[in-house]
């Protein structure tokens, strides 16, 4: 019966450990992975992989990709906090001075778009420092007509 | 006929491009097994729920935003499914706003999705359909989602129209994941197709400690034959950046008396989306199952 009773034990001590507090963060992972979770329809505008895998081949067809680090610069967006028509966008770690400032255009075209009918104000500019000397740029807008 | 399918398809693609915010996704999920099924034994190629899809959301308005999803399963290992090349999986279009996600279409139910982070052989031979109720791909489906501005919690309420017996099903969940905590209560009332008054409960429990997670649920179903009830524990170790190694275990009375499901495997990481796995995995029961499957297989993701 493959040591049921030791594997059931060892199991269960596993699942009544308690931790330490730990941080996993809650990046984008694959497209075919987040769409899968349980909050997926939140973070739909959440992730942008338009630069990566065949989004980003097909969406650059013709054209020339500038760096490695620039696709790794491509921004996610949050569409919460809404209130008074004001959103909130992520860019995706980054690690390198050129790959900050792709992020920081991709997050800026990303606010234009949204704001098609007007103009995208910036509201909030703040960098996040996160784990090997990456950095989360995060920034908040306002659509204004 | 399949070069117009295949133009069409490409145009779609193409236009998904141009548009905003479209996103092609897909996964192909293949593998070798050796299948010993109540002493009968051979070698299985397999596609686990293979797909492509496409995602996406346009913006109506500053506050509104339309969403929608297309997917689709296609048979990697013999080409198709029911005579079919592509079969559905999840479809919805849905209008979001500060207050939250209307969506209508098909699609996994609160209770199915609630489990998604504890099922670490989902789709393999291990999954948690084995042991459990209600992972349950609903038709007709209409679902409100609570808004990102609730923050660690999503709670989830749907209404599944039948048609056709005039009993409809309400699935609904609740969960709470805030970095390394994930928790979720979930139910089910006659969502089943043919059977009547079923209800279906469960509890979804999970933490991660850097690279170690394990998680947890329990499951209590019943009917009008009878009920059960059930149990299921995961843990997953990320060795290295690489190495993945991972177990899970379940027991229950809801499909079959005395069922059982244990699975043990690892992962090997080429890249965030290409990975080669092996796994081995024991489903029995008192009355029907005694079954081993052994495979390896391969993994890209897009």
Known sequence: ?145 | MKKSVLSTAFLVVMAAQSANAVTLYGKANVALQQVDEAGDSEIELISNSSRIGLMGDGAVSDNVLVLYRFEYETSVDDGENSGQTLTQRNIYLGVQTQYGTLMGGVFDTPLKTAASPVDLFNDLEGDIRNIFAGEIRAKNIVQYVTPKSFGAVTGKIAYITKEVDGIDGVSASIAYSDGPIYLAAAMDQDVEDNVANTDTYRVIGAYTLGDLQIGGAYEKYDNEQGDGDGYFASVQWDITDQWVFKTQYGQSDIKVEGRESFSIGGDYKFTKAIKAFGYFTQNEDDLVRDDDYLGVGMEIKF
Request: hydrophobic share 40%; with cysteine.
């Open chain 1, 1 to 145: 019966m493959m040591h049921r009773a030791l594997i059931r034990i060892a199991l269960a001590a596993s699942a009544t450990i308690v931790f330490p507090g730990a941080l996993a963060q809650q990046e984008c992972e694959p497209a075919v992975d987040m769409i899968e979770s349980n909050d997926a329809v939140n973070r739909i505008s959440e992730c942008d992989y338009s630069d990566e895998g065949i989004n980003g081949w097909l969406s650059g067809l013709g054209e020339r990709k500038p760096t490695d680090s620039a696709a790794a610069a491509s921004s996610s967006a949050s569409a919460s906090g809404a209130e008074g028509g004001e959103f909130e966008l992520s860019s995706a770690p980054v690690a390198e001075p050129l790959a900050l400032l792709q992020a920081r255009f991709a997050l800026i075209s990303k606010a234009a778009q949204r704001c098609e009918q007007g103009a995208a104000i910036v509201k909030l500019e703040r960098y996040r420092p996160l784990e090997g000397g990456k950095l989360r740029l995060e920034m908040r807008f306002q659509c204004q007509d």
